[in-house]
């Protein structure tokens, strides 16, 4: 018997709606973080930055505060606006406001981009921090347990912004990377980075979305958008999006 064809890869999954986007991301997240913390005492977690995450870490936040060992849990950054911590458009103050003000999370468990500083010292820092956490040797990469991406309706994810040159890096793991739709630097991890990690699940919500959804997981654009560049060598990808932005599929 052929196997049916399926409309989608098998690592989409397509909820009816953002609610229910918020529900199984904090379901995918809790099951890694749970079975990391018994397999090897600890999770590593890079958020996302953006908008849709905000409601996941905080559901997660509500449900997962008093259950879940938190001083076994190190929070890291995937990217960061060139910005202070108190700036609105700050990813670690909305992962503040939304999740590590609401659970006992040790603060020396959370590496925050140091983005008030200038961009490339900022970058160089938050590797030098990588680096020193996982004890890495030169040319070795860090394997996060699970990193959060978003996407944007241009393809983006993380600040790996389409024809910029982060997108080239090889060898650092987190650069300043210039914008010029932003007419602005962003702090990023670089694709090998995320690459490497145990698992990378994508959270995509809204009609915005779809026509790059379209391209990615209908036309197989090849490599055109940076998201689509995000495949795990050795690990688990899951894209989640609400019927929304998977309505081309
Ligand atoms: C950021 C994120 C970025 C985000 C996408 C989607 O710093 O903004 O890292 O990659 O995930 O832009 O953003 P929304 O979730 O707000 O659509």
Do not use: C
């Amino acid at each position: 018997m052929t196997q049916a064809i399926q409309k989608k890869p098998d690592y989409l999954m397509v909820v009816p709606d953002a609610v229910r986007l918020n529900r199984a991301a904090v379901e995918e997240i809790s099951t890694a973080a749970d079975a990391t913390i018994r397999d090897h005492g600890r999770f590593t977690l890079v958020l996302s930055g953006g908008n849709t995450p905000a409601p996941v870490y905080a559901l997660w936040a509500e449900e997962r505060k008093t259950t879940l060992p938190w001083e076994k849990v190190y929070i890291f950054f995937g990217d960061e606006r060139h910005v202070p911590p108190d700036h609105p458009e700050s990813n670690y103050r909305m992962a503040h406001d939304s999740l590590l003000s609401r659970v006992p999370i040790p603060q020396s468990n959370v590496f925050r981009v140091k983005a008030e500083n200038p961009a490339e010292r900022a970058a160089e820092d938050y590797e030098a921090a990588i680096r020193g956490f996982f004890r890495l040797q030169k040319g070795e990469w860090p394997r996060f347990d699970l990193i959060l991406l978003g996407m944007g309706d241009d393809g983006h994810t993380a600040s790996l912004f389409p024809g910029t040159p982060a997108l080239g890096e090889t060898s650092r793991l987190v650069v300043a990377n210039p914008v010029v739709k932003f007419q602005t630097e962003r702090i990023t991890m670089t694709l090998p980075v995320l690459n490497h990690a145990a698992e990378v699940l994508f959270m995509v919500a809204g009609e915005t979305k779809a026509p790059v959804m379209a391209e990615i997981f209908r036309n197989h654009a090849h490599d055109l958008y940076p998201s689509q560049r995000v495949h795990p060598e050795n690990g688990r990808l899951l894209w989640i999006a609400d019927q929304a932005a998977a309505q081309l599929l």
